[in-house]
């Protein structure tokens, strides 16, 4: 087994999917790319319905009370967040750790020659 740094460098600080199309598995390095980018947008959403909350109680004309916008995000949410940032950390984790020790298809191949 062989330790590609390079690719887990990719996988691990860049973005997770990377390491894998070094390593030259695209299949796998794509579908890391497409999950990782789905766990952004909905945290984007998750985001933008706290600052929703936040932009009305503004216009009402109350001054902003942030334990109470807190709270109203906390409850909308659920456990919603959190386990979206526990996947997210999992699929982080996956990625850089099948990167790291993952070998590249040309050194396999290199190997099984007679």
Not at 5 to 10: D, G, H, I, S
Not at 60 to 88: K, M
């Amino acid at each position: 087994m062989r330790i590609n740094v390079k690719a887990a460098v990719l996988s691990g600080l860049i973005l997770p999917g990377l390491g894998q199309i070094v390593n030259g598995k695209k299949v796998k390095g794509f579908a890391l790319i497409i999950i990782v980018n789905i766990f952004i947008l909905i945290s984007l959403l998750f985001v933008l319905k706290g600052v929703g909350q936040l932009v009305i109680t503004m216009k009402s004309g109350a001054p902003p009370d942030v334990a109470t916008i807190l709270e109203q995000v906390r409850q909308n949410g659920g456990r919603g967040p959190s386990w979206l940032l526990a996947g997210f950390f999992g699929l982080w984790l996956y990625a850089f750790v099948d990167a790291l020790i993952d070998r590249p298809r040309e050194e396999v191949e290199e190997e099984n020659c007679p």
